[in-house]
């Protein structure tokens, strides 16, 4: 029972955990494209009009899926004595929390996309 209820709190914290280390993840890209580009605001525009919406989703999607696979890897190791299905497990609930996630908010997220790039 213990070990039920501790895999799903390890399921839950590693999602939750991915989603906040994806952005962390997507601010430092910038941060570092900022400093090595010598990004000025004329330049982030037009960087963002070239990769717009979709190209940022894609970004935050790859971080995602970078830091859920290293998260389920060490929870492997760590807590389920090298069980891949577990990782396999992990893996599979983020995608249905992300889906989920995706399609309930997908309104939101279309009229934040719309109004920022095209203002």
């Known amino acids: 029972m213990w070990f039920i209820l501790g895999t799903l709190l390890v399921f839950v914290v590693s999602i939750k955990l991915a989603s906040v280390l994806a952005v962390g993840l997507m601010m430092l890209h910038f941060r570092i494209k900022r400093d ?37 890897l060490i929870n492997m190791e760590s807590f389920w004595s090298g069980s891949l299905a577990y ?18 908010r997908k309104s939101d997220f279309q009229k934040i996309m719309n109004k920022n790039f095209r203002s």
Request: hydrophobic fraction near 55%; aromatic fraction near 22%; charge should be positive.
């Open 87 to 104: 990782a396999i497990a992990l893996l599979i609930g983020g995608a249905i929390y992300l889906f989920f996630k995706y399609f309930s």
């Open 36 to 72: 090595v580009q010598k990004m000025t605001l004329d330049k982030w525009n037009a960087y963002f009009e070239k990769i717009g919406p979709k190209g940022i989703f894609r970004r935050i999607l790859a971080y995602y899926w970078l830091v859920l696979t290293l998260l389920a």
